[in-house]
């Protein structure tokens, strides 16, 4: 017998947290934990079922391996995740994953994975304190503060682009389409924005298109939910009416408060016509808008900011510094960008 029967049904039933296998002469192989041991013998409890457990006494002279399970292997799976840590995160994410990284090694001081830990926790450390003294996170890399802040404008753009990307990438349209119109309003005139364009008019095609066969089928959905409340026993109906009747308080409650933030791209729900009727409508007028953004923005917002800093850096007329700073203004460049420049521009 190569494997005991003892060990595939502790395999079965999910198996137990820290347990030596102990491989016999014979071939036979043992998982357990260690309860006690003497000069002569293993005392070890095996996992029979999920609920039973038993104990077996193994003859060191039968034994040909004995491997120790590192019981922090487990743990490091979640250590490992903490990096890469994603772009804009700010320093008080930084030292929730170090203080993640920490209690992994004050449990398991002596684990294998002890050294790989501490590594995590030195480029943490290191990215926090860039992070910490004014860089950023731009597509994976930590930019000191002066290379960031000589081009924050156009580095945040494409940072919030590729963020927008990755949930298309992962069919995570409608926090795409939201993240969009939100990038408008502090990014419209930058590249990231204007070349995002084409695919964020994909997305709302493909997701108008799956909302309108919605709308279209929302009368036979409706009569089929009633024909299967009508068939239903009276209790059963009554309770399944109550739930229904919570399920679109609910949402009408959400889409109120989704309108009053302004979201534009509401939450659309198959037994709910206001919502998908509203996506219809204000998805076609992002889409007619999105599709006549121009390749290129009209005015570079990106070059004003650098152009600004510039100005400020060597010390040009306010006048002109004005001048640009208007413009900036205009091009829809947010204020917390330009206080970035520095107390010249104001």
């Known amino acids: 017998m190569k494997t005991s029967l003892l060990l595939t049904l502790a395999a079965l039933s999910g198996g137990f947290a820290f347990a030596d296998t102990f491989t016999l002469t014979n071939g036979t192989t043992y998982e357990g934990t260690i309860l006690r041991e003497d000069a002569e013998n293993y005392t070890i409890e095996v996992q029979v079922t999920k609920s039973i457990k038993e104990e077996r006494v193994i003859p060191k002279a039968d034994v040909a391996k004995h491997e120790k399970l590192d019981p922090g292997l487990a743990a490091f799976e979640d250590i490992k995740s903490l990096m890469p840590v994603p772009d804009g995160a700010d320093p008080a994410e930084y030292e929730l994953r170090i203080r993640k990284v920490d209690k992994f090694l004050s449990e398991h001081r002596s684990s294998g994975k002890a050294s790989a830990a501490r590594k995590i926790k030195e480029a943490l450390t290191k990215e926090m304190a860039l992070i910490k003294t004014g860089g950023k996170k731009v597509d994976g890399v930590v ?86 409340l009508e068939r239903m026993s009276p209790s059963d109906r009554t309770a399944t009416e109550r739930a229904i009747a919570e399920e679109t308080m609910l949402a009408e409650r ?89 107390a010249p521009a104001k």
């Not at 009209?298 to 640009?324: C, N």
């Open 143 to 228: 930019l000191p503060a002066a290379e960031y802040r000589a081009n924050a404008y156009d580095l945040d753009a494409t940072s919030t682009a590729l963020a927008i990307r990755k949930r298309i990438e992962n069919n995570q349209w409608l926090a795409a389409l939201r993240a969009y119109q939100a990038m408008g309003a502090e990014f419209k005139n930058t590249h990231a924005y204007t070349s995002l364009a084409p695919d964020i008019a994909r997305v709302m095609r493909g997701h108008l298109a799956a909302v309108n066969r919605q709308l279209a089928n929302f009368d036979a959905t409706i009569k089929n939910r009633q024909l299967g």
């Open 254 to 342: 959400n889409l109120a408060r989704e309108k009053d933030a302004k979201l534009g791209w509401v939450t659309p729900i198959p037994t709910l016509k206001q919502s998908l009727a509203d996506t219809v409508s204000f998805g076609n007028q992002e889409l007619a808008r999105v599709t006549a953004i121009p390749a290129t923005p009209a005015v570079d917002a990106g070059k004003l900011y650098r152009d600004i800093l510039a100005m400020t850096r060597s010390a040009e007329d306010t006048a002109k510094i004005s001048k640009a700073i208007g413009d900036a203004k205009n091009a829809g460049m947010p204020a917390k960008y330009l206080d970035m420049l520095g």
